[in-house]
């Protein structure tokens, strides 16, 4: 999946997205948690066709065609169609199934992330009172997505399926199990950050405090009953020998601050932004900018790039 921008034709690219690039930050959220209706979880609006086109352009390579297939728009991967069915990106033999109960799976999030860091701000009595009210409803029912066009898109469906496609490799230095397709990729921003490196003292001590990297790891996202990133190999968290008393996970300092959602960013973790736009640049997004902050997180998705007008 490595130069996927290059792919891009850069005119079309701006028509098609220039609507998204002025993306409000302070409502940038988590891929697996990102609250309905809620000024601090606003969704941006994308629409169907912008988001299965995101998809054909992210991942040119498994996706054959994009269009309207069943009077909704989709996206064909290896002859079987995958429509978007109100954000739930089911498979066309599910989704046009008069006996499917699309309640049963939530929709994807496809949601605003900035190039430049969001605003921390505090949320109202009521905004609080939504977002507590969701993480509790979140608990009771763990959100559910159907894994079917991620799995397309892999190559994956079953954890012994996801074994066969992962590689071990080398990564500052650490060992890590990854997605082969990825291994280029990887190795690039390897090179990029190694070069920076010897040039930034910053950027050379956080390459030296990583203690270790998880990357494949077949497992749901915490708290809902859909896939992690990690099960395909997309993602790595790289984790630092220590935190220097600065919370880099939402969920830990929710544990000891009901405030957490309003930690200004000196006291949280945060990986040099040269090295975030290393990442991005070759179609990986950070979650240390999501409202639900996770700051060693790492993880490929040039579709949500895409959608917010970033490359």
């Known amino acids: 999946m490595n130069t996927w921008v290059n792919r891009l034709l850069p005119a079309f690219f701006m028509c098609l997205f220039l609507l998204h690039v002025s993306a409000d930050a302070a409502d940038t959220l988590e891929a697996d948690e990102v609250p309905e ?61 008069p006996g499917t109960d699309l309640s049963g799976y939530a929709p994807y999030p496809f949601y605003r992330y900035t190039k430049q860091l969001p605003l921390v701000r505090k949320l109202s009595a009521e905004e609080r009172q939504r977002l507590e009210a969701r993480l509790s409803g ?71 405090s990583i203690a270790g990297t998880t990357g494949f790891n077949y497992r749901p996202i915490a708290g809902t009953d859909t896939l992690s990133f990690h099960s395909y190999g997309l993602a790595v968290d790289l984790t630092p020998q220590r935190y220097g008393g600065r919370e880099v996970y939402w969920r830990w300092a929710w544990e000891n601050n009901p405030e957490w959602f309003s930690l200004p960013y000196e006291k949280r973790y945060m990986v040099p932004l040269p090295v975030v736009d290393i990442w991005e640049r070759h179609g990986f997004i950070w979650g240390g900018k999501w409202f639900f902050f996770d700051a060693m997180h790492f993880e490929y998705r040039p579709e949500i790039l895409i959608l917010n007008g970033i490359r």
């Open 37 to 97: 209706g809620t000024r601090f979880g606003a969704m941006p609006g994308f629409s169907a066709r912008e988001v299965m086109e995101a998809f054909a352009l992210a991942y040119p390579q498994r996706v054959e065609k994009s269009g309207l297939h069943g009077g909704d728009w989709g996206v064909r991967i290896d002859g079987e169609w995958f429509l978007y069915a109100g954000g739930r990106l089911l498979p066309a033999s599910v989704a046009l199934d």
């Open 138 to 208: 979140n608990a009771e029912n763990p959100p559910r997505r159907h894994p079917g066009l991620y799995n397309a898109l892999w190559r994956m469906d079953s954890r012994e399926e996801a074994w066969e496609r992962m590689k071990t490799a080398f990564f500052l230095g650490k060992k890590i199990l990854i997605h082969r397709d990825l291994l280029e990729d990887f190795a690039v921003v390897e090179e990029e950050i190694l070069d920076l490196a010897d040039a930034n003292p910053q950027v050379r001590a956080y390459v030296d």
